[in-house]
């Protein structure tokens, strides 16, 4: 015990260590081909955070608070710049998402919603149907929720029901059940730019490096149809690698049906709940063709997708769901309280540090030099290749390095190669944000991963996931690039 604290210590200081060490070595090297002595700076501080970011040396949020100290001591970038990126759109976004999305879980709707789903009498008592009705639940509902809490709910549903039914760590449906408990939240994740932090941060970073918004429709009208086929192709894999047999696993309805009627009927505060978000789901899709019907085409254009998510979240605070007995006082849909708790701070923390990391590639001119070397690499090769190999390399990156590394890191370069080759950059970006949810087979990069190791009482193994997630990532990230690259023209135009 005593030689394993040591070890961690050691190796805790050596990740410490290897940041400023790697950083500081790239300014003293001479400048590489293309790249002038800022430009190696900046790409000495990136390896500097990417470092800490890897290996998690610090809590993640504080490595990117750490990059306004280093930007500024190493004269990259002013502090007033990093500290602006707080107002970015994509932050706004995910402050104001997170907002609607707290009522949803203050009021118990997302846990109606999921046991519900098990509810449903297409079920009874078929293993294959409950995974296919588990797998698309959970994928679905993060498309327009955040995935992390989603998949602390998923896993102790599927502890219950493993219980429930008396079976074991070995048994195919047990391990179908805490796969997915991880994989679904993170792959339905992709279908909205309320589905996870990546997605925020790639728009931020796809703004930033093509100097276009991708509007919520852009992203969803990709991304929902490509989510249901990766979700289903999901189940099947599972299903493959797991098979359940012929004869039933008798699945506890009683059980499905006491905690349905312990939540009661559906109470006021769940219908504005879904109200709230209804009403900023047509903002989003449809905002500018619905005001400039009534005449108001300007404000339309002033109603985007951060203005409605800030505005629906702070709708919360004046919407009343009933009176105080006591006080005889109005109660709302949500206090300052509650929205401490349910805000993503850590998110928004971590987006500042990667829109940051982002900003110093673009500026020291890494992302033009890293497609360089690229190009030169592959040589003469048809466009629809390169494409293709950016969207493998990304998702596997993604199963070692953390999301919020790779994005920064991969769209910039994707934008390069595809002005350097002809493709269209707009829908390759996306299709690489995409895969970027593809974190699912090792607890160190993903922290969907690591709950379900941590909460799963025993049942959860980690070979699944390795064995899962890999051929999980070999067939999405063909899927995804097939999708956007013969879909896309014709979804986007």
């Known amino acids: 015990m005593a030689r394993a604290r040591t070890i961690n210590l050691w190796r805790q200081l050596l990740f410490l260590a290897a940041g400023p060490m790697l950083c500081f070595l790239f300014m003293t090297l001479p400048p590489l081909s293309g790249l002038t002595e800022f430009g190696m700076t900046c790409l000495g501080a990136c390896t500097w955070l990417l470092v800490w970011w890897i290996t998690e040396v610090l809590p993640l949020p504080a490595t990117s608070l750490m990059s306004i100290p280093i930007f500024t001591f190493l004269g990259i970038m002013e502090p007033a710049k990093v500290f602006a990126f707080i107002g970015h759109p994509a932050m706004m976004l995910i402050f104001g998402a997170t907002l609607i999305v707290g009522v949803w879980k203050e009021s118990n ?22 995974v296919f009705v588990f797998a698309m639940g959970a994928g679905l509902m993060s498309a327009i929720a955040p995935n992390i809490p989603l998949v602390i709910l998923f896993i102790s549903i599927s502890v219950a029901i493993v219980k429930s039914c008396n079976l074991s760590a070995d048994n195919n449906f ?7 408990s991880a994989m679904a939240p993170m792959f ?72 349905m009627e ?84 850590a998110i928004i923390v971590l987006q500042i540090g990667a829109v940051a990391f982002g900003q110093v590639l673009l500026d020291g001119g890494v992302d ?18 390169v494409w293709c190999a950016l969207v493998l390399l990304t998702g596997f990156l993604s199963q070692i390095i953390l999301s919020i590394a790779i994005i920064p890191l991969m769209i910039p370069i994707t934008v390069g190669l595809a002005h350097l080759y002809g493709f269209d950059p707009l829908l390759a970006c ?13 607890p160190f990069s993903s922290v969907a991963v690591a709950i379900v190791l941590t909460s799963s009482e025993g049942y959860a193994r980690a070979k699944d996931f390795i064995m899962s997630g890999f051929i999980n990532t070999v067939v999405i990230t063909v899927l995804t690039f097939c999708f956007c690259y013969f879909a896309g023209p014709i979804i986007l135009g």
């Open 109 to 130: 709707l997302i846990e109606r919603y999921a046991y519900w789903c098990f509810n449903l009498p297409f079920i009874r008592s078929n293993p294959v149907r409950m």
């Open 174 to 180: 047990t391990r179908s059940l805490c796969t997915l």
């Open 188 to 259: 339905g994740g992709m279908g909205t730019p309320l589905g996870g932090a990546p997605n925020i941060i790639a728009i931020a970073i796809v703004s930033t490096t093509l100097g276009h918004d991708i509007t919520f429709w852009e992203w969803s009208a990709l991304g929902m149809p490509l989510c249901v086929l990766i979700l289903l192709g999901c189940c099947a894999i599972t299903l493959l690698l797991f098979p359940q047999g012929k004869s039933s696993v008798h699945i506890p309805q009683d059980y499905m049906k006491q905690k």
């Open 262 to 345: 312990a939540l009661g009927p559906v109470t006021i505060y769940e219908h504005v709940a879904i109200w709230i978000m209804v009403l900023a789901l047509i903002m989003w899709c449809a905002g500018p063709q619905i005001f400039a019907f009534f005449g108001a085409a300007e404000l339309g254009v002033k109603m985007n997708a951060p203005v409605v998510a800030v505005l629906m979240g702070v709708a919360a605070f004046i919407v009343p769901v009933r009176r105080d007995q006591e006080s005889g006082k109005l109660v709302f849909a949500l206090n300052w309280d509650q929205a401490v708790r349910n805000i993503g701070w």
């Open 368 to 385: 033009k030099w890293a497609a360089a070397g690229i190009q030169s690499l592959l040589g003469d090769v048809p466009s629809a290749f």
């Open 430 to 442: 996306l299709s690489v944000a995409f895969v970027s949810n593809l974190t699912t087979m090792f």
